[in-house]
């Protein structure tokens, strides 16, 4: 077993804060530390679009520059929906929601333990919520009746002397 280290523990942090202000959805953190050799949390989140996504890894970039963290690698292929930051202890994955739902990361390291994000950022605790949202029913629109149409006016034509 390989020890969690108290400045990866932070630096996830860091990164969970900065993500939550820049309302990044669907936070989780897992600790990948008895499973990966390579790193020890990943950072798991949702952009809401394409601009968002950019935006996000670059505001990640100068977290970690301002912090002195070397990058190992940020890959952004163009139009993938998939942004990775590897910090080497921390990597960080951003998708667009379809492209999370695809690859199902939370999935793949299901062995791995879930961190409590609401708690590692000091908030209250909240209803965890689903990454897949489930379609709700939507209630059939009332059929108004006709109305019936208005009587046009008689006009009387008058002739003029």
């Not at 990164?15 to 050799?37: F, G, I, N, P």
């Not at 977290?63 to 960080?92: C, I, N, R, T």
């Amino acid at each position: 077993m390989k020890p969690t280290t108290q400045a990866a523990l932070e630096l996830t942090k860091a990164c969970c804060r900065l993500l939550d202000e820049k309302k990044a959805e669907h936070l989780a953190v897992l600790d990948v530390s008895e499973q990966s050799s390579i790193t020890d949390f990943l950072i798991v989140g949702t952009a809401t679009s394409s601009p968002h996504l950019r935006a996000l890894r670059v505001e990640l970039e100068k977290l970690l520059d301002s912090q002195k963290v070397h990058l190992v690698g940020v890959e952004a292929p163009q139009d993938s929906g998939w942004v990775v930051l590897d910090a080497f202890d921390v990597m960080v994955h951003l998708f667009l929601s379809e492209t999370r739902e695809r690859y199902g990361l939370e999935r793949l390291w299901r062995d791995a333990s879930e961190v409590n994000v609401g708690k590692l950022l000091g908030l209250a605790p909240t209803k965890k919520i689903p990454l897949v949202k489930k379609p709700q029913s939507k209630a059939k629109a009332k059929v108004k009746a006709k109305a019936k149409p208005k009587p046009t006016p008689v006009r009387k034509v008058t002739k003029s002397k």
